[in-house]
């Protein structure tokens, strides 16, 4: 385990998949991350590259070959390399391997950056083409926060506050994963989404045009609190394992297959291209009180 940290904050990442293992804010006594229960879901925060999502039939096609990749990628299962470490910050890599190419047919890398300033936590994503050909990719996050976060509130008492009113419709999963067609009406001219364990027994909560750039998680029974600031990230999952006491709030680049797919991999939804010898970075950000 690594840690990072500054006076208010501090942060633990495991070198398997880059993950999160623990958000300590020293100032209020809490760790905002979700204790990685196995009984429920034994993740806290793992990287989604290459892919998000599922997909369609568990494959994609790419130059005429078909190649199986499991839901939300290697990424999260991989031993990262730290390729640099300070007090308040600590860089880790991933490259491809002979397995991976052969799920993956690319060579890259994948950085993942954690720095905090003062009472943030600030996560970049960095992936380098390092092939003669097109990458294709997606990459996402998956952190999952406690609910309820401090003694004497429960699940109920919290809500998920977005920055902007919203009027948009989710879009509903089938038993494989994968994407409907046509969104549900779900948050109509509101701002608030309030939190209940039955929102999430028919899976995540998808959305592909939230207009909010950062999610607030409250409770106006407590004073802490926490935001994800994620401006440039087109897609947002909100899930919960059933009956668990965590939500995740989850920054999406790329999504996962919809039922009428046609599986090649440069026709995917929300999938990302970087030309050889180029560099893609994404920002996102955990604030927490």
Same mark, same amino acid.
């Given at each position: 385990?690594?840690?990072?940290?500054?006076?208010?904050?501090?942060?633990?990442?495991?070198?398997?998949?880059?993950?999160?293992?623990?958000?300590?804010?020293?100032?209020?006594?809490?760790?905002?991350?979700?204790?990685?229960?196995?009984?429920?879901?034994?993740?806290?925060?793992?990287?989604?590259?290459?892919?998000?999502? /599922?997909?369609?039939?568990?494959?994609?096609?790419?130059?005429?070959?078909?190649?199986?990749?499991?839901?939300?990628?290697?990424?999260?299962?991989?031993?990262? /390399?730290?390729?640099?470490?300070?007090?308040?910050?600590?860089?880790?890599?991933?490259?491809?391997?002979?397995? /991976?190419?052969?799920?993956?047919?690319?060579?890259?890398?994948?950085?993942?950056?954690?720095?905090?300033?003062?009472?943030?936590?600030?996560?970049?994503?960095?992936?380098?083409?390092? @092939?003669?050909?097109?990458?294709?990719?997606?990459?996402?996050?998956?952190?999952?926060?406690?609910?309820?976060?401090?003694?004497?509130?429960?699940? +109920? @008492?919290?809500?998920?506050?977005?920055? +902007?009113?919203?009027?948009?419709?989710?879009?509903?999963?089938?038993? %494989?994963?994968?994407?409907?067609? @046509?969104?549900?009406?779900?948050?109509?001219?509101? %701002?608030?989404?309030?939190?209940?364990?039955?929102?999430?027994?028919?899976?995540?909560?998808?959305?592909?045009?939230?207009?909010?750039?950062?999610?607030?998680?409250?409770?106006?029974?407590?004073?802490?609190?926490?935001?994800? @600031?994620?401006?440039?990230?087109?897609?947002?999952?909100?899930?919960?394992?059933?009956?668990? %006491?965590?939500?995740?709030?989850?920054?999406?680049?790329?999504?996962? %297959?919809?039922?009428?797919?046609?599986?090649?991999?440069?026709?995917?939804?929300?999938?990302?291209?970087?030309?050889?010898?180029?560099?893609?970075?994404?920002?996102?950000?955990?604030? /927490?009180?």
């Amino acid at each position: 385990m690594y840690i990072i940290q500054n006076e208010q904050l501090e942060i633990v990442v495991a070198a398997k998949g880059a993950e999160l293992q623990k958000i300590y804010n020293k100032e209020t006594g809490l760790d905002y991350l979700w204790s990685g229960d196995p009984a429920f879901w034994g993740k806290h925060s793992p990287v989604l590259f290459p892919i998000v999502g /599922t997909l369609k039939d568990g494959s994609y096609l790419y130059n005429n070959q078909t190649y199986h990749l499991s839901r939300h990628g290697f990424a999260r299962d991989l031993e990262f /390399t730290v390729i640099h470490q300070s007090e308040a910050a600590i860089s880790f890599s991933l490259q491809q391997t002979a397995a /991976t190419l052969e799920q993956y047919p690319f060579y890259f890398e994948l950085r993942i950056h954690y720095r905090v300033k003062e009472n943030r936590l600030h996560i970049q994503y960095e992936v380098l083409n390092q @092939d003669e050909k097109t990458l294709w990719f997606s990459i996402g996050a998956h952190p999952a926060f406690k609910v309820p976060l401090v003694k004497g509130t429960s699940f +109920e @008492d919290y809500v998920l506050c977005f920055n +902007e009113f919203e009027n948009t419709g989710r879009y509903p999963l089938t038993d %494989d994963g994968l994407l409907a067609e @046509d969104p549900q009406i779900f948050l109509q001219n509101t %701002d608030e989404l309030p939190l209940k364990k039955s929102l999430f027994y028919e899976d995540a909560l998808v959305f592909k045009t939230l207009q909010s750039s950062s999610i607030k998680l409250e409770s106006p029974k407590t004073e802490n609190g926490l935001t994800v @600031d994620f401006k440039g990230f087109p897609y947002m999952g909100i899930w919960s394992a059933r009956d668990a %006491d965590f939500v995740c709030i989850e920054p999406w680049l790329g999504i996962t %297959d919809s039922v009428t797919t046609s599986g090649k991999l440069e026709e995917k939804e929300g999938i990302l291209s970087l030309a050889p010898g180029e560099t893609f970075t994404a920002d996102w950000a955990i604030m /927490t009180w």
